[in-house]
């Protein structure tokens, strides 16, 4: 069983309380939803993730994808992001 950790992230002068594992959803905003499924599985890897198309833009250039997996650490949480931030395919990532 793994332990769980609490940290605190501070979001713009507000706190924010995590207890680790958790469950946390990325936002990722791009313009080729394929290429976007694809770095998000090659970053997410081994972990497993579900990924959904949230939005699109008005005239379709745009697509935003929910990718939502179990991150058992901070670090985890972060390196994930970062990953994500790298890919050529990822305009904006929340």
């Known amino acids: 069983m793994k332990s769980k950790t609490n940290k605190t992230v501070d979001l713009t ?7 680790y594992p958790c469950t946390w959803t990325y ?4 313009e080729d939803c394929t290429l976007l499924k694809e770095a998000i599985q090659t970053t997410c890897r081994p972990q ?5 198309l ?4 008005s005239k ?3 697509h935003c994808l929910d990718a ?4 058992d650490s901070e670090e985890m949480r972060l390196r994930i992001f970062e990953g994500l931030k790298a890919s050529p395919a990822v305009k904006i990532i929340l």
């Open 13 to 19: 002068g507000q706190r924010l309380e995590l207890e």
């Open 27 to 30: 936002k990722i905003i791009g």
């Open 48 to 52: 497993e993730v579900q990924i959904s």
């Open 54 to 57: 949230s939005k699109s833009s």
């Open 60 to 62: 379709g250039k745009y």
């Open 68 to 71: 939502t997996l179990t991150v």
